[in-house]
């Protein structure tokens, strides 16, 4: 039975009250796809549905950024039956109040946007539903709506997959919404041909905030982590559109074509019937003025490995564009043909009005982890500047195919490394470089889609390339200024990650390969805080050691050379020191040389790079390691991925890691670079890295940047900064 958690005392109404007296009297521009942040509000979580992350504040500048002080801060630990440790929300702030997701339950709370007091707290107490999800934790945030006639709402997605409705006021559920304010949105998932799903157990989710755009709400899906799973006949992705006053469902678009649908021919000897995902796990984001909504596909089951789903696997690794108020599919473009390298399409597709040519475009750009930039005609589905179909390496796993070739964009160019060659070892030192020709003889090298390869004991034990996983830019997303029509991003430079398969246990999996290297014991890889949720039982998750599972164990791998690693096990662990998850090691090291992590700028008219730099403090096991006493190090950035703001004059973004250096205690940095020359002009400091993407807000005359913190012994907060009275100019 599902049970609801509400704060909902008198006292807390007074609040509602009398901060209306005081609140912002900036009104929305309403639902009009217009950027609502030009009155100083944050209304999606991507600043507006056409993702842009920008606001033209500019009270905090270059030259008062380092005087920014903690305004307020807010810990999620009580939000649930423990803390949190994964914090990836982004705020909204609307009318004066601050409303955000947190901790272990998935809290909806609203909170004084001067103060960061709390009004309000909502939460859905979902028991085994929420358990058996296969994305927990506190998500990524809500949306807002509003008729613009005193109707105001927040509305987000439950651990356990319901679409709740809340007057933005109280918190209290709209009752004229679906049932009693909730919409259960596993109805209507299907595995196989069109069975129902388990309503309990049944695998779907989201992390994601649902897109609300001219009275329509529209709600992607997610799954479990995609390496080591254990069917390829998992739930079927699906897009769907629900009615924002009535939760009526208005339409729905299957990501896998059925039968007689367009795309259904691509899944070939009828393999869409035992297959599954190819969710939209990203924000989706809209041209209202069109009505058209644009999707970022997710790879099919599973990540890896596609003997299972011969065929280009449509809409796999696809940007999708469909009528608003129909869910018509208008035009797509396939950017990974028969997805095998976890190539989802990470992030919020970015609207862009450009003058390319001297002609004005209506684009749209995906960015990818691959680190390249796919930029479109939003209208037709054109491409801007040419994309060329080109010959890739080919597939020796036994019942894969892979597709001869694909999509590679003229324009921009890569905005980080997707490849890894000789020349991209590292080499601080010459016999550190001479060790990472050594380890990296036990893999295969090579360029963007070199696949996955059977792991061997005697080598190679997998291939080893940038650019997969979570390389580039991944959820965090990226940002579009509308004044000087660039693009900016962080982007992770040295995501190396080791494509090896193996066969796993046959009580595991029905797959025939899933991700793992000769010669270790099989484990399956869980996605960051599976197994955490509010109501889970209280003992160590499956991401946190869970016991392997039995599985012959080959004769072991040669060892690698003194001082060196040959490293990764079969999955997303063991952290080299220039930071972050993956990658072969050398003395500990990356294999890869730096940058780590950079932030960049593209002049979308030109499709031209502007500049690139460094994000991040060179890492602790980087600057004091033994092997580099004496040698000299440029400021090497920091692996991981992080999303940035963008204000009239500023990108700002936070380190991905933590550092202990003669500027700072242990802790990181909340970054301000110049947008014209990408020079670092500012930086404060964060007790832990950031975990989601900023934001920034107007409120009475001051503004704030919010960003949320939170990993390793740091529990989830948002913490507000804002300048000193002293420092503030005269309102005007």
Same mark, same amino acid.
């Given at each position: 039975m599902i049970r609801r958690v509400r704060r909902s005392m008198l006292a807390s109404f007074a609040v509602v009250?009398?901060?209306?007296?005081?609140?912002?009297?900036?009104?929305?521009?309403?639902?009009?796809?217009?950027?609502?942040?030009?009155?100083?509000?944050?209304?999606?979580?991507?600043?507006?549905?056409?993702?842009?992350?920008?606001?033209?504040?500019?009270?905090?500048?270059?030259?008062?950024?380092n005087q920014l002080e903690v305004a307020w801060r807010f810990k999620t630990d009580n939000l649930g039956t423990r803390p949190e440790f994964k914090l990836e929300g982004t705020p909204l702030m609307v009318k004066g109040v601050i409303y955000a997701t947190g901790g272990t339950r998935r809290s909806v709370v609203a909170l004084d946007g001067k103060s960061g007091e709390l009004i309000w707290v909502h939460a859905e107490k979902e028991g085994a539903r929420a358990v058996n999800a296969p994305r927990q934790l506190s998500g990524r945030g809500l949306s807002y709506w509003t008729d613009g006639?005193?109707?105001?709402?927040?509305?987000?997605?439950?651990?356990?997959?319901?679409?709740?409705?809340?007057?933005?006021?109280?918190?209290?559920?709209?009752?004229?919404?679906?049932?009693?304010?909730v919409v259960d949105m596993k109805k209507g998932a299907v595995i196989g041909k069109g069975e129902q799903i388990n309503l309990e157990s049944g695998e779907i989710g989201l992390h994601s905030t649902p897109t609300v755009a001219k009275d329509v709400v529209i709600v992607g899906s997610s799954f479990r982590e995609g390496l080591t799973v254990k069917s390829h006949n998992n739930t079927k992705g699906l897009v769907r559109a629900w009615d924002v006053r009535s939760g009526k469902l208005l339409w729905t678009f299957n990501t896998i074509p059925r039968p007689g649908e367009f795309?259904?021919?691509?899944?070939e000897k009828e393999s869409w019937a035992i297959n599954g995902n190819t969710g939209v796990w990203s924000q989706i984001t809209v041209d209202e003025e069109l009505g058209l909504v644009y999707l970022p596909v997710e790879d099919p089951t599973s990540d890896l490995y596609g003997g299972h789903r011969p065929g280009k696997n449509l809409f796999g690794d696809s940007i999708v564009?469909?009528?608003? #108020?129909? +869910?018509?599919?208008?035009? /797509?473009?396939?950017?990974?043909?028969? !997805? %095998? @390298?976890?190539?989802?399409?990470?992030?919020?597709?970015?609207?862009?009005?450009?003058?390319?040519?001297?002609?004005?475009?209506?684009?749209?750009?995906?960015?990818? #982890?691959? +680190?390249?930039?796919?930029? /479109?005609?939003?209208?037709?589905?054109? !491409? %801007? @500047?040419?994309?060329?179909?080109?010959?890739?390496?080919?597939t020796d796993v036994p019942g894969e195919k892979t597709s001869p070739t694909q999509p590679f964009p003229t324009k921009p160019p890569a905005y980080s490394r997707n490849g890894v060659v000789e020349s991209d070892l590292v080499d601080f030192t010459p016999e550190i470089k001479a060790q990472a020709l050594d380890v990296a003889k036990r893999y295969r090298l090579g360029p963007v889609y070199l696949?996955?390869?059977?792991?061997?004991?005697?080598?190679?034990?997998?291939?080893?390339?940038?650019?997969?996983?979570?390389?580039?830019?991944?959820?965090?997303?990226?940002?579009?200024?509308?004044?000087?029509?660039?693009?900016?991003?962080?982007?992770?430079?040295?995501?190396?990650?080791?494509?090896?398969?193996?066969?796993?246990?046959?009580?595991?999996?029905?797959?025939?390969?899933?991700?793992?290297?000769?010669?270790?014991?099989?484990?399956?890889?869980?996605?960051?805080g599976e197994g955490e949720a509010a109501d889970a039982p209280r003992q160590q998750s499956p991401g946190r050691g869970a016991a392997p599972l039995a599985a012959p164990t080959p004769p072991p791998p040669t060892p690698p050379p003194a001082g060196a690693s040959a490293a990764p096990g079969g999955g997303r662990g063991g952290a080299p020191a220039g930071g972050g998850p993956f990658g072969a090691t050398v003395q500990g090291l990356n294999i890869v040389k730096p940058?780590?992590?950079?932030?960049?700028?593209?002049?979308?008219?030109?499709?031209?790079?502007?500049?690139?730099?460094?994000?991040?403090?060179?890492?602790?096991?980087?600057?004091?390691?033994?092997?580099?006493?004496?040698?000299?190090?440029?400021k090497t950035g920091q692996q991981g991925n992080v999303g940035v703001v963008v204000t009239k004059t500023l990108v700002v973004a936070g380190d991905p890691l933590v550092t202990t250096t003669t500027d700072h205690p242990r802790g990181a940095m909340l970054r301000a670079y110049d947008k014209q020359t990408g020079k670092e002009v500012g930086a404060v400091f964060l007790p832990a890295a950031q975990s989601g993407s900023p934001m920034t807000y107007m409120l009475d005359g001051k503004q704030y940047i919010v960003v949320a913190v939170s990993g390793g012994n740091y529990s989830g907060e948002y913490i507000a900064f804002s300048l000193p009275a002293t420092a503030l100019r005269p309102t005007q």
């Open positions: 009250a009398a901060f209306g007296l005081i609140a912002s009297s900036a009104r929305l521009s309403g639902q009009s796809g217009l950027p609502s942040t030009r009155n100083g509000e944050w209304t999606h979580y991507t600043a507006d549905v056409r993702g842009s992350r920008y606001s033209p504040l500019d009270q905090i500048n270059a030259s008062n950024f006639k005193g109707d105001e709402r927040v509305i987000y997605v439950t651990t356990g997959y319901r679409l709740v409705s809340l007057n933005a006021k109280t918190g209290v559920p709209v009752p004229s919404f679906g049932e009693n304010g795309g259904n021919e691509t899944w564009c469909v009528d608003l #108020k129909t +869910g018509q599919r208008k035009w /797509f473009y396939q950017i990974v043909h028969h !997805p %095998i @390298w976890d190539l989802d399409m990470p992030a919020a597709p970015l609207l862009m009005d450009l003058v390319v040519d001297g002609k004005p475009v209506k684009a749209v750009a995906q960015a990818t #982890k691959q +680190g390249f930039l796919f930029v /479109f005609d939003r209208v037709t589905g054109k !491409p %801007i @500047w040419p994309i060329e179909e080109r010959p890739v390496p080919q696949p996955p390869l059977v792991s061997k004991p005697e080598g190679p034990i997998a291939a080893l390339t940038a650019g997969t996983l979570s390389g580039g830019v991944n959820w965090p997303g990226s940002a579009y200024d509308p004044e000087m029509h660039v693009f900016f991003t962080h982007a992770c430079n040295s995501c190396i990650a080791p494509l090896g398969l193996v066969a796993p246990p046959k009580e595991f999996s029905d797959l025939d390969y899933v991700m793992g290297t000769a010669g270790q014991t099989f484990r399956p890889i869980v996605g960051g940058p780590y992590g950079v932030i960049v700028a593209i002049n979308m008219d030109k499709g031209d790079l502007m500049w690139s730099v460094p994000h991040g403090d060179t890492p602790d096991g980087v600057r004091n390691h033994p092997a580099l006493r004496g040698v000299t190090v440029p």
